[in-house]
């Protein structure tokens, strides 16, 4: 099986680093994900002042759901599909890099 998002223009805004108390953030990988993440293609976003920088992505390895059947796959496992994201920037609006093309976003600390 496979699968793929693009996203064109979108806008995010109103994220907040600490929302009531708990991190916010505007995109993030499923925690649920046993085996695999597909591919999100991103072009023309759009971020308002209101999404603060250290709310924008929230990339911890380690953030599987407590409630997932696969106990690897629990906070502090190692799943597959928490180590697979790959989000492919295609015009720089992602990550806030104008006219730079082809950047990509892929899980730090894979594997630990």
Known sequence: ??????????????FRVSDCGLKSAALRYN???????????????????SAEAGARFDLNPSAGAPTNLLSNCRPGGDCDGLGALFWVDTDGSLLGTPGVSGGSVVSPAYGN
């Open 1 to 14: 099986k496979y699968s793929e998002a693009h996203w064109s223009a979108v806008t995010f805004g109103h």
């Open 31 to 49: 925690p649920t994900a046993v085996d695999r993440s597909f591919p999100q293609h991103f072009e023309n976003v759009r971020w308002l002042s």
